[in-house]
């Protein structure tokens, strides 16, 4: 199956730092990817879709300004969490989509996920 | 607004004995429904999906899941476990716009 990869795998960072993470679709090129947190002992909650070329779509209560994405390519998705401070201590994780036109049509590969400690 | 419940936080079962991961889920129409397996270290891998006709769904791995509409359920079985499968499952249903909105996951553990 097709493999997309995350870096880093974990991080830990000051409060009021940027954190920078990738995205990678390895053997495909991911028309959307898509971006979900993950806080201990919940479910995954969708942050943002990003289609290639263009900006960002987020999820109602996601701020925008806080959590930059960029999907510069066909291949890679950049979350940076800006400014970061504990309460945006979480696991990250993205999938991507090789059509783009949504979970019934087209299947989403997920990453393995990057653990973000804010101190 | 659609929601899926996992009763069980943690479930522990013996290799070589059957399983049953329980999904409940809140929808208003015709549910569509996912089971994903993630294992250590590894991203969310799709198991089997439930659209439309048959109600008993057949998936990778040896894992089935039967959709029963009076019930709200999907529950994931598989008659043998293996060790391999230990794993946190999560189910999931298409929750408008084509958006996946997940439960918080069932932890398998596999005793030898």
């Known amino acids: 199956g097709a493999v997309v990869s995350q870096h880093p795998s974990w991080v830990i960072c000051k409060s009021g730092t940027s954190v920078k993470i990738e995205c990678r679709s390895l053997d495909f090129q991911a028309t959307t990817m898509f971006w979900y947190r993950q806080f201990p002992k919940q479910s995954l909650m969708l942050m943002a879709t990003s289609n290639e070329g263009s900006k960002a779509t987020y999820e109602q209560g996601v701020e925008k300004d806080k959590f930059l994405i960029n999907h510069a390519s066909l291949t890679l998705s950049t979350l940076t969490v800006t400014s970061a401070h504990p309460e945006d201590s979480s696991f990250y994780i993205c999938s991507a989509s090789l059509t783009g036109k949504g979970v019934l049509s087209d299947e989403q590969f997920f990453g393995p996920g990057t653990r973000l400690t804010v101190l | 607004a659609q929601s899926v419940t996992q009763p069980d936080i943690h479930i522990t079962v013996s290799e070589g004995a059957s399983l049953e991961l329980r999904c409940n889920y809140s929808?208003?129409?015709?549910?569509?429904l996912f089971w994903y397996v993630q294992s250590p270290g590894q991203g969310l891998q799709l198991l089997l999906k439930?659209?439309?006709?048959?109600?008993l769904v057949q998936g990778i791995k040896g894992f089935e899941a039967e959709f029963k509409r009076s019930q709200s359920s999907f529950n994931l079985r598989k008659p043998s476990v293996h060790w391999s499968d230990a794993a946190e499952y999560f189910c999931?249903?298409?929750?408008?716009?084509?958006?996946?909105?997940f439960g918080k996951g069932t932890k398998l553990t596999v005793n030898p």
């Open positions: 999931a249903v298409e929750g408008g716009s084509e958006k996946l909105v």
């Open positions: 929808y208003g129409a015709t549910p569509y």
């Open positions: 439930y659209f439309s006709g048959d109600t």
